[in-house]
């Protein structure tokens, strides 16, 4: 298949998979997600169904399958797809009836699929990025549907020509849009701890391993705006982009002052990957 949508049990492409407007999804985003990326095999699948399930118990919600069910279902699933590289995302909502703010506990989740052909960006293409107010809830650490301050940071970003954009509170930088973001100041790994106000991504801590293997410190701290601005490197990870520098933020040339660190880190966490999906 060229791509494949799956909801309750239904398959089907993409486009003819049809969610019923019962599913509190429809009317509150009721529901938690993730994404990875697979070739033959689902990158670093143990760890995003750890976070799901993490995120199903900070909302609630009782997944429809174990972890193990799950493994094998997006494993097989992921075979029927064409292509060398592929987008696997799942998500788990809370079924209902009627609009309510109220839920029946007793009800069981609805689990939606799909998988698709995509193309992994150019790694050596730096990224542009503009800061914004984080205008966001308090409950950044559990992955749910609830994306519209995001979904509406990429939109500024996009029309800015930016590759992302920095959710900045208090003076305080706290992650991107769909990405984390990290600096390198003086040799030292600087990234936000992993608290409520981010997502702490499954890239990020393989950036952290892979530090680690390096010998390179590590720091847990909230970093400033003008620390921002003044990184030696400034670096975005996510499922999906693996690991991208940024030399732009704000319109402000940004690191390339520690390039042999970052190109260090790059390789490993590419090659962790390449290999984590043959």
Known sequence: MENLGYYNGHTDIIENIKIPITDRVCWFGDGIYEASLAGRKIFALDEHLNRLFASAKGIDIEP??????????????????????????????????????????????????TIRKIDMPDKDIPLSLITLEDKRYKMCNIKTLNLLPNVLAMQIAKNAKCGEAVFVGNGFVRECSHSNIHIIKDGIFKTHPADSRILAGIARAH?????????????????????????????????????????????????????KIFENLQMLAYSEFYEGIK
């Open 64 to 113: 429809p399958h174990s972890k193990k069910e799950f493994e094998v279902l997006l494993n097989d699933l992921t075979k029927k797809v064409k292509g060398d590289l592929k987008l696997v995302y799942w998500q788990v909502t809370r079924d209902g009836g009627l609009r309510n703010h109220a839920y029946d506990e007793t009800l069981k989740a609805n689990l939606l699929i």
């Open 207 to 259: 950036l952290i391993k892979h530090c680690q293997t390096l010998g390179i410190p590590v720091e847990f701290n909230a970093f400033t705006l003008g620390q921002l601005y003044q990184a030696d490197e400034v670096i975005v990870t996510s499922s999906s982009q693996i690991c991208l520098r940024a030399n732009f933020v704000d319109g402000n040339a940004v690191g390339g002052r520690a390039s």
